[in-house]
Protein backbone atom coordinates (compact mmCIF):
# COMPACT_ATOMS: atom_id res chain seq x y z
CA UNK A 1 0.00 0.00 0.00
CA UNK A 2 3.18 2.30 1.20
CA UNK A 3 3.94 1.57 -2.56
CA UNK A 4 1.22 2.65 -4.31
CA UNK A 5 0.70 5.52 -2.56
CA UNK A 6 3.77 6.71 -2.91
CA UNK A 7 3.98 5.93 -6.92
CA UNK A 8 0.60 8.06 -7.07
CA UNK A 9 2.42 10.99 -5.27
CA UNK A 10 5.20 10.88 -7.87
CA UNK A 11 3.14 10.78 -10.67
CA UNK A 12 0.81 13.52 -8.91
CA UNK A 13 4.05 15.94 -8.60
CA UNK A 14 5.15 15.42 -11.61
CA UNK A 15 2.40 15.85 -13.74
CA UNK A 16 2.04 19.52 -11.76
CA UNK A 17 5.51 20.45 -12.69
CA UNK A 18 4.53 19.42 -16.38
CA UNK A 19 1.70 22.13 -15.98
CA UNK A 20 4.14 24.18 -14.16
CA UNK A 21 5.87 24.47 -16.51
CA UNK A 22 6.32 27.65 -18.68
CA UNK A 23 5.67 27.46 -22.35
CA UNK A 24 9.11 28.31 -24.03
CA UNK A 25 8.79 30.33 -27.52
CA UNK A 26 11.13 32.53 -29.06
CA UNK A 27 14.48 33.32 -28.89
CA UNK A 28 16.89 33.13 -24.96
CA UNK A 29 17.59 36.10 -23.41
CA UNK A 30 20.62 37.25 -24.38
CA UNK A 31 20.30 36.19 -27.92
CA UNK A 32 21.00 38.02 -30.89
CA UNK A 33 18.23 39.18 -33.31
CA UNK A 34 18.49 38.24 -36.96
CA UNK A 35 16.65 40.14 -40.01
CA UNK A 36 13.66 38.89 -41.10
CA UNK A 37 11.23 40.25 -43.70
CA UNK A 38 7.51 41.56 -43.27
CA UNK A 39 4.64 42.84 -45.30
CA UNK A 40 3.48 46.23 -43.46
CA UNK A 41 -0.21 46.19 -43.36
CA UNK A 42 -0.67 49.75 -41.27
CA UNK A 43 2.60 50.80 -41.04
CA UNK A 44 4.91 53.98 -42.74
CA UNK A 45 5.75 51.24 -45.54
CA UNK A 46 2.01 49.71 -45.89
CA UNK A 47 1.40 48.43 -49.22
CA UNK A 48 5.59 48.25 -50.17
CA UNK A 49 7.80 45.60 -50.63
CA UNK A 50 8.43 43.63 -47.95
CA UNK A 51 10.68 44.95 -45.19
CA UNK A 52 12.87 44.09 -41.78
CA UNK A 53 11.58 46.37 -38.38
CA UNK A 54 14.72 44.42 -37.24
CA UNK A 55 17.11 46.43 -39.72
CA UNK A 56 14.97 49.83 -39.49
CA UNK A 57 14.98 49.83 -35.53
CA UNK A 58 18.56 48.75 -35.00
CA UNK A 59 19.76 49.04 -31.74
CA UNK A 60 16.40 50.99 -30.19
CA UNK A 61 14.50 49.21 -27.87
CA UNK A 62 11.83 47.10 -29.22
CA UNK A 63 9.14 45.46 -28.52
CA UNK A 64 7.86 42.28 -30.99
CA UNK A 65 4.60 40.62 -30.98
CA UNK A 66 4.63 37.70 -32.80
CA UNK A 67 0.90 36.41 -32.84
CA UNK A 68 -1.16 33.66 -35.12
CA UNK A 69 -4.54 35.24 -33.92
CA UNK A 70 -5.81 38.71 -33.91
CA UNK A 71 -8.78 38.80 -30.97
CA UNK A 72 -9.81 40.94 -28.23
CA UNK A 73 -6.91 40.08 -26.08
CA UNK A 74 -4.45 40.44 -28.73
CA UNK A 75 -6.18 43.86 -29.45
CA UNK A 76 -5.43 44.90 -25.48
CA UNK A 77 -1.71 44.03 -25.56
CA UNK A 78 -1.23 45.87 -28.99
CA UNK A 79 -2.71 49.08 -27.92
CA UNK A 80 -0.97 48.71 -24.02
CA UNK A 81 2.60 48.05 -25.63
CA UNK A 82 1.69 50.79 -28.70
CA UNK A 83 1.16 53.08 -25.73
CA UNK A 84 4.40 52.12 -24.01
CA UNK A 85 5.85 53.52 -27.35
CA UNK A 86 4.12 56.50 -27.35
CA UNK A 87 5.44 57.57 -23.75
CA UNK A 88 8.85 56.43 -24.39
CA UNK A 89 9.70 58.36 -27.25
CA UNK A 90 12.06 60.56 -25.84
CA UNK A 91 14.10 56.60 -25.19
CA UNK A 92 13.48 56.04 -29.02
CA UNK A 93 11.35 52.92 -28.16
CA UNK A 94 9.58 50.95 -30.96
CA UNK A 95 7.31 48.22 -31.35
CA UNK A 96 5.74 46.10 -34.08
CA UNK A 97 3.02 43.11 -34.66
CA UNK A 98 3.72 40.23 -36.40
CA UNK A 99 0.59 38.38 -37.96
CA UNK A 100 1.91 34.57 -38.43
CA UNK A 101 -0.19 32.76 -41.05
CA UNK A 102 0.34 30.35 -44.16
CA UNK A 103 -2.78 33.22 -45.92
CA UNK A 104 -1.22 36.45 -44.60
CA UNK A 105 -3.78 38.17 -47.23
CA UNK A 106 -6.96 37.09 -44.93
CA UNK A 107 -5.30 38.85 -41.74
CA UNK A 108 -5.09 42.29 -43.75
CA UNK A 109 -8.52 43.67 -43.66
CA UNK A 110 -8.60 42.86 -39.51
CA UNK A 111 -4.89 44.67 -38.65
CA UNK A 112 -6.47 47.72 -40.62
CA UNK A 113 -9.68 47.48 -38.66
CA UNK A 114 -7.50 47.35 -35.35
CA UNK A 115 -5.67 50.09 -36.29
CA UNK A 116 -8.28 52.68 -37.13
CA UNK A 117 -10.70 51.45 -34.28
CA UNK A 118 -8.06 51.66 -31.60
CA UNK A 119 -5.96 54.51 -32.86
CA UNK A 120 -2.84 51.99 -33.05
CA UNK A 121 0.45 53.85 -34.22
CA UNK A 122 2.99 50.86 -34.26
CA UNK A 123 3.37 49.18 -37.39
CA UNK A 124 0.76 46.17 -37.77
CA UNK A 125 2.73 43.57 -40.27
CA UNK A 126 2.30 39.87 -41.83
CA UNK A 127 4.32 37.11 -42.03
CA UNK A 128 3.93 34.35 -44.74
CA UNK A 129 4.25 31.43 -42.89
CA UNK A 130 2.73 30.30 -39.42
CA UNK A 131 5.58 28.75 -37.51
CA UNK A 132 7.04 32.43 -38.17
CA UNK A 133 10.95 33.24 -39.24
CA UNK A 134 12.97 30.07 -38.42
CA UNK A 135 15.78 31.81 -36.56
CA UNK A 136 13.50 33.10 -33.75
CA UNK A 137 12.22 29.25 -32.58
CA UNK A 138 8.59 30.46 -31.81
CA UNK A 139 6.84 27.27 -31.04
CA UNK A 140 3.68 25.67 -32.44
CA UNK A 141 2.39 25.52 -29.28
CA UNK A 142 2.53 29.56 -28.80
CA UNK A 143 -0.57 31.59 -29.82
CA UNK A 144 1.40 35.22 -29.11
CA UNK A 145 4.62 35.54 -27.98
CA UNK A 146 6.65 38.58 -27.27
CA UNK A 147 10.04 39.38 -27.31
CA UNK A 148 11.53 42.79 -26.25
CA UNK A 149 15.81 43.55 -27.35
CA UNK A 150 17.59 46.50 -27.30
CA UNK A 151 21.20 47.01 -29.12
CA UNK A 152 19.86 43.95 -31.01
CA UNK A 153 19.90 41.40 -27.69
CA UNK A 154 16.86 40.35 -26.31
CA UNK A 155 16.61 41.08 -22.90
CA UNK A 156 12.79 39.72 -22.65
CA UNK A 157 10.32 36.80 -23.85
CA UNK A 158 6.94 35.85 -23.07
CA UNK A 159 5.42 33.16 -24.35
CA UNK A 160 1.30 32.38 -23.97
CA UNK A 161 -0.72 28.98 -25.42
CA UNK A 162 -3.77 29.55 -27.07
CA UNK A 163 -6.55 31.67 -24.95
CA UNK A 164 -4.07 32.11 -21.95
CA UNK A 165 -3.10 35.58 -23.08
CA UNK A 166 -4.87 37.93 -20.19
CA UNK A 167 -4.78 40.91 -18.06
CA UNK A 168 -1.82 39.83 -16.23
CA UNK A 169 0.22 38.73 -18.60
CA UNK A 170 -0.21 41.92 -20.64
CA UNK A 171 0.80 44.05 -17.88
CA UNK A 172 3.84 41.56 -17.35
CA UNK A 173 5.09 42.55 -20.85
CA UNK A 174 4.55 46.43 -20.19
CA UNK A 175 6.64 45.49 -17.17
CA UNK A 176 9.81 44.06 -18.64
CA UNK A 177 10.14 46.92 -21.15
CA UNK A 178 12.04 48.14 -17.92
CA UNK A 179 14.46 46.02 -19.16
CA UNK A 180 15.01 47.46 -22.73
CA UNK A 181 14.72 51.05 -21.38
CA UNK A 182 17.10 50.94 -18.72
Avoid: H
Wanted: glycine share 8%.
Amino acid sequence: MKKFVACIAAVLLGSSAVIAAELKSGLEIGDGVQPFYVQDVTGPSAGKDPLCYRCQYGSRPVVAIFTRKVDDKVAALVKEVDAKVAKSSEKKMAAFVVVLSDDPASNEAKLKELAKKEGIKIPLTTFEKAAGPEEYKISKEAEVTVMEWVGGKVKATRAFAPGKLNEEGIKGVISDTAKILE
